[in-house]
């Protein structure tokens, strides 16, 4: 069975950075993509970026566009997701996932295939 396993995330105040990670326990042939997605408490499950496993220009949403930076160790099966001027409104629960569905990225979240257990931010004013 394939886990994503989650770690990083916490508090921190308007301004500042966090770091999170997501590691595949096994990554098969067919996985394309990794992502991450946001859920903010009593909103749905929105994109925030994501990048292939063979590189290439990564995706972000435009709430994020120029703050996070998503990046991926092949060799460690692990995505990162570096966050930077984090703002109040970036507050939610971030979720890993992983795409087998190959030379798409989706910005829809049942369009992914496995999903981590998701690890809270909180960015305070």
């Known amino acids: 069975q394939v886990h994503l396993t989650e770690s990083g995330g916490g508090s921190v105040q308007t301004g500042g950075s966090l770091n999170i990670s997501c590691t595949l326990s096994?990554?098969?042939?067919?996985?394309?993509?990794m992502g991450w997605f946001r859920q903010p408490p009593g909103k749905e499950r929105a994109f925030v970026a994501a990048?292939?496993?063979?590189?290439?220009?990564?995706y972000y949403s435009d709430a994020v566009k120029g703050r996070f930076t998503i990046s991926r160790d092949n060799a460690k099966n692990t995505v990162y997701l570096q966050m930077n001027s984090l703002k109040p409104e970036d507050t939610a629960v971030y979720y890993c996932t992983e795409s087998m569905r190959w030379e798409t990225i989706s910005l829809v979240p049942y369009e992914w295939d496995r999903w981590g257990q998701g690890t809270q931010v909180t960015v305070s004013s």
């Open positions: 990048v292939t496993w063979g590189g290439g220009t990564p």
């Open positions: 096994v990554r098969s042939s067919s996985s394309f993509a």
